[in-house]
């Protein structure tokens, strides 16, 4: 069993998303991503009942643990805590973050999903673990996602910011090296991971493209 970190790491930032899985479940597919390498895995589920997820969480959180990887829940402040995760990711709509961390205490990583300038700002001041910075382009894997703010938005983070954050938001291969050019060094993606009938070699072409960033002193710098 490996050491978890508990900051966010660099890489690849894995999230769930059984609908575009092609017919696999979450956990065949994050069995696969995890043997890959992937640091981060976020479970996100959106219409699947509370026992159901929570079974599934128990079991992704035990494999996240085997590997030494993070495991994040999407905006579920009790499966969080029920299953142990390493935190938990709210979105702007959700319960303030204050609120979130009088819920589930100092221990848990809080991330926040934020669109804009003063939205980040706002959530360094809160006391947000990292932040997700989104979404960067067009994306259909949202229902009531908001229109994409851009790499302006990226470039203002990396060059303002030193809180950890993750890049999101219709992340392909085609458009990775731009967006790790522009100073991402944790980069989420889903479909373009989950929806692939070969995730390992996926992976594998994704972390190359990584590979090719110039190290960045400024992006995702920890706050003193």
């Known amino acids: 069993m490996k050491e978890i970190p508990r900051t966010l790491p660099a890489g690849i930032y894995a999230l769930t998303s059984e609908l575009h899985s092609l017919g696999r479940t979450n956990l ?22 509370v026992r159901v997820m929570y079974e599934e969480c128990l079991v992704l959180r035990a ?13 579920h402040l009790d499966l969080a805590l029920a299953v142990g995760a390493d935190g938990v990711h709210i979105g702007q709509d959700d319960l303030p973050l ?27 001041k ?4 990292y932040i997700g910075v989104g ?11 908001c229109d994409p703010v851009g790499l302006d938005y990226l470039d203002y983070v990396v060059k ?7 890049a999101i938001g219709g992340i392909k291969e085609h458009n990775l090296a731009e967006v790790v050019r522009a100073g991402a060094r944790t980069v989420a993606l889903v479909t ?17 493209i990584m590979e090719l960033k110039p190290f960045n002193p400024m992006a995702n710098k920890t706050t003193p």
Do not use: C, W
């Not at 809080?110 to 669109?115: A, K, L, M, R």
């Open 63 to 75: 494999m996240t643990r085997q590997v030494g990887a993070l495991f994040i829940i999407n905006d």
């Open 192 to 208: 373009e991971i989950v929806g692939n009938p070969d995730i390992p070699s996926k992976i594998k072409r994704l972390q190359r």
């Open 28 to 49: 065949e597919v994050a069995s696969e991503i995890l043997a890959a390498g992937v640091p981060v895995l976020q479970y996100r589920e959106k219409a699947k009942k």
């Open 126 to 129: 809160d006391g947000a673990n």
């Open 160 to 166: 303002n910011l030193k809180i950890p954050f993750v």
């Open 98 to 124: 204050s609120k979130v961390r009088e819920l589930v205490g100092p221990d848990l990583l809080i991330g926040v999903s934020t669109h804009s300038p003063a939205q980040a700002h706002a959530a360094v």
């Open 135 to 145: 979404p960067l382009f067009a994306t259909q894997t949202k229902i009531d996602v």
